[in-house]
């Protein structure tokens, strides 16, 4: 039985050192995937109360002509379904297979908005066996929210999750 996450107030970086280990005990002895994901999500926006968090999990696509990237486990407002590979900040992450920091959406080109709301993102492939398996996709309501502090951390969260 999961106990509750204990909220942490201090720098980013204390916040994060907090919560490392808090979702790592999450996700010990769990193997369903999407319950992992899903308490990721959970943990994540609990601490920091970000506008949206969310995986995306790179899967065929409706005629199985190609992969893209499809919704899966998430927190906060109704989101884009389906992503193409290079499109907006989701599909370039996955497509250069490389974590993005975007200060400013607005100036992101190709950007997909599926809120006006949103402001600025981080997005973190996750990478197993040379290929990227999914995406850890980040939004903030506010501009220039993420920075390298926050890359190296969900990066770190990110590898603790076991795939299939």
Partial sequence: MA???KIFVGTKEEQYQNLVPQIKGLLSGECDLIANL???CAALKEQFN????GFYLV????????????????QG???CTRIKK???VCGTSWANTETIIVEDVEKFPGHIACSSLSKSEIVIPI???NN??????????ELNTFDEVDKKFLQQIVALIEFA
């Fill in 86 to 88: 290079g499109r907006g």
């Fill in 38 to 40: 899903a308490n990721v």
């Fill in 127 to 129: 990478i197993k066996k």
């Fill in 59 to 74: 899967k065929k696509s409706i005629d199985n002509r190609q992969d893209e990237l499809v919704l899966g486990p998430f």
């Fill in 3 to 5: 106990e509750d996450l």
């Fill in 132 to 141: 990227v398996i999914a995406v850890l996709d980040i939004d903030s309501n």
């Fill in 50 to 53: 970000w506008f949206w968090i």
């Fill in 77 to 79: 407002p109704v989101a």
